[in-house]
């Protein structure tokens, strides 16, 4: 593999962060060093350099450093002729890159911007503001850069997916409500009496009435419909379960009411993972205050699914005010990755990107270990104020053609009572569902799959970059997307 020489002025941590992930969604091995004013004239090499340079050679490519760069209009629009580029770019891709990952970027600070569990609203966030929340800028930057270098340096890199696909597409389900009777579970549990015994009491009164009228009471619990219907179109998803129900010591009036300790749970657990399927942690909403309930929660899931657990997505998307330190804690509980960067109410590319990525820590100054798989898409996304099925199968397809055409990658977010027309409280959102998988189906050129698989892959991907063996279905040099 041919490695490409970076010289960057005066680089910080974040940058050189920034830089090796550029380099890893291209695929190419990359040299980086500080950058000096006094290039032998005779050494032909070809660099990408990040800085100010005054003199440029024709096998160099600047990219200038400029603070407050974030958004590039001329390049999203495509009004940038990319075969006419020279050798100075004048937009400052790397920072851009990096603040957008980082989540450095301006949002909004209008009133509702945070909601009450301290998630950024979708219109507050700055590529919504600019009129580019539903594109990957990220994708958009790395390709200019990844265009640049091989059309002006020659080097090419691997790609960033197996078997010829061009992107990916992970599936996934919350599972929240698998029980809808679940509530009437605890009943007897005093130390949840104590805290509202009377609202308590009068919500569990009603539950058992409507469980006596209901011909139809196990309609929630749609696990072999879903993974059959998978199953049929050779896909298989992760499943996010919870191990903190809200009668917890811990648990908060937003966690489950299940108790992932009860044999059906262990029995679809297992069953789950037997047939090739992923048990994920949906972390409960007070995980983000320590490290260790992360590793606990990890650890039951574990024990009761007989499997190991790599992955974690927060419940309601809840990271806690200080969300660097949660996705810190991530790396500490043990997890590979980590899939809880979305928006709660409104499809779209949270932090800009459509990618695999490793998000800087402030604290650290570097990278956590633990990969963020994004998370594009939620059923309540689409169906929070509208039955429209028609409409959301078409946004949904709308934004795998961005992710498609960005090279990317992108998770899908439906709760297991939501992803089959199995209750009809949420028919439409499973036909939604079902329709999506069938035009995934249609798609020969997206690696549909669960998140482990994914997150495995591009892990053997970056070994193979850094000079490891190349995984599966994996050329040693291709042109990337």
């Not at 050494?43 to 990040?50: A, F, K, S, T, V």
């Not at 059906?264 to 657990?269: E, M």
């Not at 200080?322 to 949270?350: C, I, K, M, P, Q």
């Amino acid at each position: 593999m041919t490695e490409l020489t970076i010289q960057a002025d005066a680089p910080d941590p974040r940058t050189l962060a920034s830089l090796a992930f550029i380099c890893e969604a291209l695929g190419i091995r990359a040299r980086i060093e500080a950058n000096s004013e006094a290039i032998s004239a005779a050494d032909g090499e070809p660099r990408l350099i990040y800085g100010v340079r005054s003199e440029v050679r024709p096998t160099d490519i600047v990219i200038v450093r400029r603070a407050g760069d974030v958004i590039w209009p001329a390049l999203l629009d495509g009004s940038i002729d990319r075969p006419g580029l020279d050798s100075r770019i004048d937009f400052d891709l790397v920072a851009a890159i990096g603040s957008l990952l980082g989540d450095q970027v301006e949002h909004g600070r209008e009133a509702g911007a945070i909601d009450r569990h301290g998630r950024l609203t979708y219109p507050a966030s700055a590529p919504a503001r600019a009129g580019y929340g539903d594109r990957p800028i990220v994708n958009a930057y790395v390709n200019f850069i990844g265009s640049a270098v091989r059309e002006r340096l020659g080097i090419g890199g691997q790609a960033l997916w197996p078997s010829g696909r061009v992107a990916a597409i992970g599936l996934s389900h919350d599972v929240d409500s698998p029980d809808r009777y679940a509530l009437l579970g605890s009943a007897l549990r005093p130390w949840r009496l104590r805290r509202h015994p009377r609202t308590y009491a009068r919500a569990v009164a009603e539950l058992a009435r409507a469980r006596l009228q209901d011909p139809t009471p196990r309609d929630f619990w749609l696990f072999d419909e879903v993974a059959r219907s998978e199953q049929d179109l050779g896909f298989r998803s992760t499943f996010f379960f919870a191990t903190v129900p809200f009668h917890h010591r811990r648990g908060a009036p937003q966690d489950v009411a299940y108790d992932i300790r009860g044999g059906a749970y262990r029995r679809i657990t297992r069953s789950l993972v037997a047939s090739g399927f992923e048990v994920g942690l949906h972390a409960s909403y007070r995980a983000h205050e320590a490290w260790t309930h992360m590793a606990e929660e990890r650890a039951l899931l574990g024990e009761v699914a007989g499997d190991d657990v790599i992955g974690v997505r927060h419940h309601y998307w809840h990271l806690g005010p200080d969300v660097a330190r949660t996705l810190r804690f991530h790396e500490r509980a043990g997890f590979d990755y980590d899939s809880s960067l979305a928006f709660n109410d409104h499809v779209g590319f949270r932090r800009g990107v459509a990618l695999p990525f490793h998000p800087f820590d402030p604290t650290l100054q570097r990278p956590v270990r633990t990969l963020q798989l994004p998370t594009f898409c939620m059923d309540g996304n689409l169906f929070y104020g509208s039955t429209d099925v028609d409409a959301s199968v078409a946004a949904v397809d709308a934004l795998v053609g961005r992710i498609v055409e960005s090279g990317g990658m992108g998770a899908i977010d439906w709760h297991i009572q939501t992803s089959f027309p199995g209750n009809r409280e949420f028919r439409a959102w499973g036909v939604a569902y079902q329709a999506i998988l069938r035009l995934l189906a249609d798609r020969t050129d997206v690696w549909v799959t669960d998140l482990r698989s994914i997150a495995r892959w591009s892990s053997e991907r970056r070994r193979s970059i850094d000079g490891g063996p190349v995984p599966a279905g994996q050329p040693r040099d291709a042109t990337p997307a």
